[in-house]
C-alpha cells in the first residue's frame, strides 16, 4: 500500500482509485490510458446490452469520487453517446426533481438507493405524482439484490421500469466486468477481458463446470494492476448455455454474498441473502438489518424489519403474530432461530451508497 502493486511506472498511470474497505488502507488501482479504453468498452457493452442508448438520459447516483461506480458507469456511457447527468449520491430532494425536470430516463444507483428514491418519490406523490416520472431502465449493482427486492424495487417505480443487475469489483477495473442482458438470466462476463473460474473456497480446487463457489478471475488485459487468478471471494456458479439475447458469452448467476459476508450462528452458515428472500417472500420490504451478538456463549441473531403499510396494524397481538410466523419461515429456511422484531416503516438507517444489512456485535 498504497502503490507497491501497480506494474507500470507511476508516470504512466492516468487514473487512480480506491475501494472504502471495511478494516485497514483502502484497496488502491491504478489505470493506464489503455486500460481506461478498455474499462469503457467493457461498461459500453453491458449498458447496451441493458438497453441504455444514445437517446438515454442517464442520472449517474453513485458517489463520484475514490468509488470506481460512478466515474466506471459514466465514461461507458458516454462512449455509447447517452446523456449523461453525473448528480452523484444523496441530496434525494434534488436527485427527484432533476429526474422529474430533465426527463430522466435511466437511473444508475445502488439497488438499496434506488428503492430509497422510489419511497421518496411515493411520498411526494401528492404534490409531485409518479406519473411525471420517465424512468424506464434502472442499471443496479455495487450490491447483492435478489430478485424479490428487484421485483419490488420495479413495481415502486410504477409499470414499465425495469432494472439490471451489474457487477464488478475495483481489483478489476470496477463496473463492466459482467451485466444482465433484458433476458435477465445471469450476468454476461466480458470474457475476452475475464478469464472466470470458479473454485472451492476451502480447498482452493477448481471446481467443474456448472458448480457453485468462489468466483476467482483474470484479468487478460489490464496494465496498470494486473490480476491473475484474482479470489473475489464472491460465492456464484458460471452458466454455460446460450443465451437467448444472442450474445455467447457465458454468464454468472448473481452473486449469492461473499465467502466473508457469510454469517456463522451457532455453527450453521447463514447469507444475508436468505433472509432478504425470506422476507420478501412474505410480502415484507427490503428494509431490514441483522444483529448478530454472542450471550452467556451462546450466538444469538435478530432480524428488524421494517412493517410496511400491507402489514401495518395497531394491535400488539397481530405484531406479535406477524412477528412469530416470519420467525418460523427464517427458520425453516436458515435451520438457525433468529428473533424477528417488526420496526416502524422508515425507521431503519437508509444508505446512499451500499445498504448495510449486518452488525455482528460478537467479539472474535
Ligand atoms: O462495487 C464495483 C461496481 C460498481 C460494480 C458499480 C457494479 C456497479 P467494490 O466497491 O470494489 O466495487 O466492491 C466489490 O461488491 O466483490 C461484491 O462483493 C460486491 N458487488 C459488486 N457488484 C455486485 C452485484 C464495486 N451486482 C464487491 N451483486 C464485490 C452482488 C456485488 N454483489
Redesign the pocket.
Known amino acids: 500500500y498504497p502503490f507497491g502493486m501497480f506494474s507500470v511506472p507511476r508516470k504512466e498511470l492516468v487514473r487512480i482509485h480506491a475501494?472504502?474497505g471495511t478494516t485497514g488502507n483502502p484497496?488502491v488501482v491504478g489505470y493506464t490510458r489503455e486500460d481506461l479504453e478498455n474499462w469503457a468498452e467493457q461498461v459500453a457493452r453491458l449498458v447496451v446490452a441493458a438497453g441504455a442508448s444514445d437517446e438515454s438520459l442517464v442520472q449517474i447516483c453513485?458517489g463520484y469520487g475514490m468509488?470506481?461506480?460512478a466515474l466506471?458507469?459514466h465514461y461507458g456511457l458516454e462512449r455509447i453517446g447517452a446523456t449523461v447527468v453525473p448528480t452523484s449520491s444523496g441530496n434525494t430532494e434534488k436527485q427527484l426533481k432533476f429526474m422529474r425536470d430533465f426527463g430522466t430516463d435511466t437511473i444508475v444507483a445502488t439497488p438499496s438507493y434506488c428503492l430509497y428514491l422510489a419511497e421518496s418519490a411515493r411520498e411526494r406523490a401528492e404534490e409531485f405524482p409518479l406519473g411525471q416520472y420517465r424512468l424506464k431502465l434502472g442499471l443496479?449493482?455495487?450490491?447483492?439484490?435478489t430478485p424479490e427486492m428487484r421485483d419490488q424495487i420495479e413495481q415502486s417505480w410504477g409499470g414499465g421500469f425495469f432494472a439490471t443487475?451489474?457487477?464488478?469489483?475495483?481489483?478489476l477495473n470496477?463496473?463492466g466486468?459482467s451485466g444482465e442482458c433484458r433476458e435477465r438470466c445471469g450476468?454476461h462476463i466480458n470474457e475476452d477481458h475475464f478469464l472466470c473460474e470458479i473454485i472451492d473456497s476451502k480447498t482452493g480446487e477448481i471446481l467443474p463446470p456448472g458448480e457453485t463457489g468462489e468466483l476467482v478471475v483474470t484479468n487478460l488485459t489490464k496494465r496498470g494492476i494486473p490480476m491473475l487468478r484474482y479470489r473475489?471471494?464472491?460465492i456464484t456458479r458460471i452458466d454455460y448455455e446460450p443465451c437467448a439475447c444472442g450474445r455467447t458469452t457465458v454468464r454468472m448467476t448473481?452473486?449469492r454474498?461473499?465467502s466473508d459476508?457469510m454469517l456463522i450462528i451457532r455453527g450453521v452458515n447463514v447469507f444475508p441473502s436468505q433472509v432478504e428472500h425470506v422476507l420478501l417472500e412474505l410480502g415484507m420490504d427490503p428494509n431490514y438489518l441483522i444483529l448478530v451478538d454472542r450471550k452467556n456463549n451462546l450466538d444469538t441473531m435478530e432480524v428488524q424489519v421494517e412493517m410496511n403499510a400491507a402489514l401495518f396494524s395497531d394491535t400488539v397481538r397481530d405484531l406479535e403474530s406477524t412477528e412469530k410466523r416470519i420467525e418460523g419461515a427464517l427458520q425453516s429456511t436458515l435451520n438457525v432461530h433468529a428473533r424477528v422484531r417488526l420496526m416502524e416503516p422508515g425507521s431503519l438507517p437508509r444508505s446512499e451508497g451500499?445498504a448495510k444489512r449486518v452488525i455482528d456485535n460478537r467479539k472474535l
Open positions: 475501494s472504502s484497496t453513485f468509488f470506481t461506480g466506471g458507469l443496479l449493482g455495487s450490491e447483492g439484490c443487475d451489474n457487477y464488478g469489483m475495483s481489483e470496477g463496473p466486468m450476468l473475489t471471494k464472491d448473481k452473486p454474498g461473499r459476508d451500499k
